[in-house]
T-cell receptor, first 114, second 111 residues
Framework: EPEVTQTPSHQVTQMGQEVILRCVPISNHLYFYWYRQILGQKVEFLVSFYNNEISEKSEIFDDQFSVERPDGSNFTLKIRSTKLEDSAMYFC????????????FGPGTRLTVT | GEDVEQSLFLSVREGDSSVINCTYTDSSSTYLYWYKQEPGAGLQLLTYIFSNMDMKQDQRLTVLLNKKDKHLSLRIADTQTGDSAIYFCAETYTGGFKTIFGAGTRLFVKA
């Protein structure tokens, strides 16, 4: 069964450093998403991406964040200058856009900012 | 604004039915979902319901939607220890693609 994959599974970085979280969505999907879950809290929407541009973003997704689809398979989330409060589990998801009832989630990347 | 509320904990005995409740605020919701998250794992879509439906049954899972009260419930029949997990209620709304999640209900199943 096709699945969304994410790398790395755990990333530790120092405050102020840039990180790039990587995702490989399901191959025929057209819509891509990033969510985050701070430990013990809600899963929060960050951004959705379609046709090489952001289609929707939340207030969390400020200028420190950016997304990119650098090639036909990867979808990345970059955090330019990490803060302690960026420590969270980051989930990538994708959907085919036509049967949009299901977003397939990856296993997540745990980001720890020290 | 959009908000989804759930109770935080539910404990049941193995073999009993579990009912997890959720309320939402966005009346323009299109899809309502139940996701399951096991420890250290990602989010698994269990089932969904369109906002023009009242009920959906899928094997041991029954979803009930009360649009008037903006109340969604998930019933798990014959709950097993393997059902122990966090269950998230979520919604998307007309015209948008983001999904709004509740805080999750932690289900404990006692043998």
């Amino acid at each position: 069964e096709p699945e969304v994959t994410q790398t790395p599974s755990h990333q530790v970085t120092q405050m102020g450093q840039e990180v790039i979280l990587r995702c490989v969505p399901i191959s025929n999907h057209l819509y891509f998403y990033w969510y985050r879950q701070i430990l013990g809290q809600k899963v929060e929407f960050l951004v959705s991406f379609y046709n090489n541009e952001i289609s929707e973003k939340s207030e969390i997704f400020d200028d420190q964040f950016s997304v990119e689809r650098p090639d036909g398979s990867n979808f990345t989330l970059k955090i330019r200058s990490t803060k302690l409060e960026d420590s969270a589990m980051y989930f990538c998801a994708s959907s085919d856009g036509f049967q949009n009832y299901e977003q397939y989630f990856g296993p997540g990347t745990r980001l720890t900012v020290t | 604004g959009e908000d989804v509320e759930q109770s935080l904990f539910l404990s049941v005995r193995e073999g009993d039915s579990s009912v997890i409740n959720c309320t939402y605020t966005d009346s323009s919701s299109t899809y309502l979902y139940w996701y399951k998250q096991e420890p250290g794992a990602g989010l698994q879509l269990l089932t969904y319901i369109f906002s023009n439906m009242d009920m959906k049954q899928d094997q041991r899972l029954t979803v009930l939607l009360n649009k008037k009260d903006k109340h969604l419930s998930l019933r798990i029949a014959d709950t097993q220890t393997g059902d122990s997990a966090i269950y998230f209620c979520a919604e998307t709304y007309t015209g948008g693609f983001k999904t709004i999640f509740g805080a999750g209900t932690r289900l404990f199943v006692k043998a």
